[in-house]
Each structure stands twice: as C-alpha cells, then as structure tokens.
C-alpha cells in the first residue's frame, strides 16, 4: 500500500509564497510522475503541475512563471513552490503521483488534499 502525505497550505496574502509538500510511503520501487491538481469549490479538478522521474515539468498556463514544481527522487517527495500568489489560486490542492512500482504492482495515488487559501 502506498499513502501520501500533504503539508504546506494555509492562509496567504495575495502576492504572498508557500511551499507544498507531499512524501510518498510504502512499498515502493519507483514513480513515474508526481503532480499537483487543485479543485476550487464547484468546480472541477485540474492539472496544475506534474514533474516525471527524469525531470521534465508541465504546468498549467495560469500558474507557469509563478510556480515551480521539483522532486527528490530518493525521498519519493515532490514539492510545489508557489510564489505571486492570487485569490483566484484559492483550492484544495492534490498530490498525485502516477505509475507507482511496487509489491502491490502499478497504480495511481491521490494525496487527502490540503487548502490553500489566498486573501485579495
């Protein structure tokens, strides 16, 4: 079984930073993908950036230039540094990772969300 661990949201200021993290347990032999979704209330859950084993990114156009994902491989760790902060950034941020190895096999795991809250 692989659990995932959130940490980092809270209430900011508009312009304002934080840093999400979200460590991946288990048993696990390696990860594909690790990303980050946001679900704002009423609507649907999307994409805001996803890094692969090897480093390559992809972020959503309204975050991209204020946000930057990263990953510690050896940690089974992702983060999400999220700077220039704006009201419409306001969420329940996911961790996502994707292509999971491990002894129950290959899977999908969704963190339990943390909110981040962004004050105008």
């Known amino acids: 079984q692989v659990h995932l661990v959130e940490s980092g949201g809270g209430l900011v200021q508009a312009g304002g930073s934080l840093r999400l993290s979200c460590a991946a347990s288990g048993s696990i032999f390696s990860i594909n993908a690790m990303g980050w979704y946001r679900q704002a209330p009423g609507k649907q859950r999307d994409l805001v950036a996803a890094?692969?084993?090897?480093?390559?990114?992809n972020y959503a156009d309204s975050v991209k230039g204020r946000f930057t994902i990263s990953r510690v491989n050896t940690k089974n760790t992702v983060y999400l540094q999220m700077n220039s902060l704006k009201p419409e950034d306001t969420a329940v941020y996911y961790c996502k990772t994707e292509g999971v190895r491990g002894r129950a096999g290959l899977g999908d795991y969704w963190g339990q969300g943390t909110q981040v809250t962004v004050s105008s």
């Open positions: 890094i692969t084993s090897g480093g390559s990114t």
